[in-house]
């Protein structure tokens, strides 16, 4: 089975502070998903990334996908504290979704 | 560690009948089971989320009367697809939480096919 792990496990940061949280997968990606957990509620979509080298970006929330590093990175730019939450990696194909093992984020104003 | 489990993990029924998919959490008990939906190639969608003892909140244009949940226990949430239709083919994932904050747990999800 395809395993991802994220780092850092929990990451807190002053507000206003650029951070980069990382998902890496024990087998090669054909895409991956980002999402976030907002408090007491369901996941949230961020963004999908479906090509090795592809990026892209929402408000201040860019995701990159490396499949030769089988890997793929989160940066938020200038974080608010609306950033704050748990943010996961998601792989897998139509008969099966593998999470990752999330990355709690804490600002602080 | 927490582990949720669904039943059937697949389940093929033919048009106009109904399916039931149970989401259970199996060491631990879920005060929220969240349900969501994926097609091919798409994002993860939340469907509904279900409370123990109380109605489940569905996501904007989710039909409820379509899509029953039901969470009657800590550790059962079950989500019935009434009269499905081939449209309603998809995967459903339910996950899972101890209490109001704490991380969700996955169920391994069910693939349903409507003929």
């Known amino acids: 089975s395809q395993e991802l792990e994220q780092s850092p496990q929990s990451l807190i940061v002053q507000e206003g502070k650029n951070l980069t949280i990382n998902c890496t997968s024990s087998?090669?990606?054909?895409?991956l998903y980002w999402y976030k957990q907002k408090y007491g509620e369901g996941l949230i979509f961020l963004m999908m990334?479906?090509?090795?080298?592809e990026e892209k970006s929402h408000e201040k929330i860019t995701a990159k996908l490396d499949e030769k590093k089988q890997q793929s990175s989160l940066h938020i730019t200038a974080s608010q504290p609306s950033h704050a939450g748990i943010y996961l990696c998601?792989?897998?194909?139509?008969?099966?979704?593998?999470f990752g093992t999330g990355t709690r984020l804490t600002v602080i104003p | 560690g927490a582990v949720v489990s669904q039943h059937p993990s697949r389940v093929i029924c033919k048009s106009g009948t109904s399916v039931k998919i149970e989401c259970r959490s199996l060491?631990?008990?879920?005060?929220?089971m969240f349900w969501y939906r994926q097609f091919p190639k798409q994002s993860l969608m939340l469907m509904a989320t279900?409370?123990?003892?109380?109605?489940?909140?569905?996501e904007q244009g989710v039909e409820k009367d379509k899509f029953l949940i039901n969470h009657a226990s800590l550790t059962l949430s079950t989500l019935t697809v009434t009269s499905a239709h081939p449209e309603d083919s998809s995967f459903y994932i339910c996950?899972?939480?101890?209490?109001?904050?704490?991380?969700?747990?996955f169920g391994p999800g069910t693939r349903l096919t409507v003929t």
């Open positions: 996950s899972a939480t101890p209490s109001v904050g704490d991380e969700q747990y």
């Open positions: 087998k090669t990606l054909y895409g």
């Open positions: 990334l479906q090509k090795g080298g």
């Open positions: 998601g792989a897998g194909g139509a008969n099966n979704l593998f």
């Open positions: 060491d631990f008990q879920a005060t929220t």
């Open positions: 279900s409370n123990e003892g109380s109605k489940a909140t569905y």
